[in-house]
T-cell receptor
Framework: DAGVTQSPTHLIKTRGQQVTLRCSPKSGHDTVSWYQQALGQGPQFIFQYYEEEERQRGNFPDRFSGHQFPNYSSELNVNALLLGDSALYLC?????????????FGQGTRLTVV | QKEVEQDPGPLSVPEGAIVSLNCTYSNSAFQYFMWYRQYSRKGPELLMYTYSSGNKEDGRFTAQVDKSSKYISLFIRDSQPSDSATYLCAMDKGSSNTGKLIFGQGTTLQVKP
């Protein structure tokens, strides 16, 4: 079982650019949540996708958007990048209706905005 | 004021020491309390979780929740160098997986051989 996989591992973007991050959930999981973890901080919830729809959203601007595909994989898109968007972006997968303790995190994508 | 407060450390202890990690919170609606361990350049992994108040033990790890004081703790006995990591507390109001976990800042722990 490959677990939750995220790509790319690292990337560097320039202010104002757009970025797409990808997540493949653990086998058997159908729900994907995205978190932003700034350096020295805990993860902050961005949004959750299930059945290809955004089901829950945290306190993030509309520049952050997502998508879920029929195979349950997901993308996180960030437009008009700001320096403050530099962070580790984590994807967590789980099963709908499951416990909040049953989510598995990927290794994250380290985004640096210069 | 953040909903969950956690001292970022760093905390440095000798091998074999007992480690105490703590979080305080302000939202009395929190019912589920979790501890995650995050190694450098890795995602968080769930260590333990507790529902409501009380203690829970798993090997060298003990989690405690005191809802009256809005205070949770994680104790690590006989600490090992492999325990060196960042420890994150997380909380949720319900049991359902809404993804809306509220995390603390994380405490960086170093266990020296």
């Amino acid at each position: 079982d490959a677990g939750v996989t995220q790509s790319p591992t690292h990337l560097i973007k320039t202010r104002g650019q757009q970025v797409t991050l990808r997540c493949s959930p653990k086998s058997g999981h159908d729900t994907v949540s995205w978190y932003q973890q700034a350096l020295g901080q805990g993860p902050q919830f961005i949004f959750q996708y299930y059945e290809e729809e955004e089901r829950q959203r945290g306190n993030f601007p509309d520049r952050f958007s997502g998508h879920q595909f029929p195979n349950y994989s997901s993308e996180l898109n960030v437009n008009a990048l700001l320096l403050g968007d530099s962070a580790l972006y984590l994807c967590a997968s789980s099963l709908v209706g499951g416990m909040n303790t049953e989510a598995f995190f990927g290794q994250g994508t380290r985004l640096t905005v210069v | 004021q953040k909903e969950v407060e956690q001292d970022p450390g760093p905390l440095s202890v000798p091998e074999g020491a007992i480690v105490s990690l703590n979080c305080t919170y302000s939202n009395s609606a929190f019912q589920y309390f979790m501890w995650y361990r995050q190694y450098s350049r890795k995602g968080p992994e769930l260590l333990m979780y507790t529902y409501s108040s009380g203690n829970k033990e798993d090997g060298r790890f003990t989690a405690q929740v005191d809802k009256s004081s809005k205070y949770i703790s994680l104790f690590i006995r006989d600490s090992q160098p492999s325990d060196s990591a960042t420890y994150l507390c997380a909380m949720d109001k319900g049991s359902s997986n809404t993804g809306k976990l509220i995390f603390g800042q994380g405490t960086t722990l170093q266990v020296k051989p």
